[in-house]
């Protein structure tokens, strides 16, 4: 925590791409801590020094937001209910940022992209 906060204040950026998370969705089970720190606080520290600095914040958050079921695409209006940890986590995190007075911009993307 200490360190973003020293890193942003030095460079005092105009926008902020969040692409941080804890990934690792059955890890999450066992190493809550971790991945409530990377993928709820962190995006609210951002979205705190966002809203403050009329910074922007692009913030990609999941599908585990939402609970699994349907056969609709999901849409932002789309209720959610997360199964598990890394769900419940990154919703936490994606409510931090739309309550945080931000303006902000989340993507909920249902994979990781690669070269691979």
């Known amino acids: ?15 902020i791409v969040n692409a941080a998370a804890w990934t690792a969705v059955d890890a999450a089970e066992e190493q809550t801590e971790a991945a409530r720190r990377l993928n709820q606080e962190l995006p609210a520290q951002l979205a705190a020094y966002a ?5 922007r914040l692009v913030h990609y958050s999941s599908d585990y937001v939402y609970p699994g079921t349907g056969t609709e695409p999901w849409t932002e209006n789309s209720p959610t209910g997360p199964l598990n940890t890394y769900g ?16 902000y911009l989340i993507f909920r993307t249902s994979w990781v992209y690669s070269a691979r």
């Open 88 to 103: 419940r986590t990154k919703l936490a995190g994606d409510e931090a940022v739309m309550s945080s007075g931000a303006d």
């Open 1 to 15: 925590e200490d360190a973003v906060s020293a890193y942003i204040a030095a460079f005092r950026p105009d926008l």
């Open 51 to 55: 809203a403050a600095a009329s910074c």
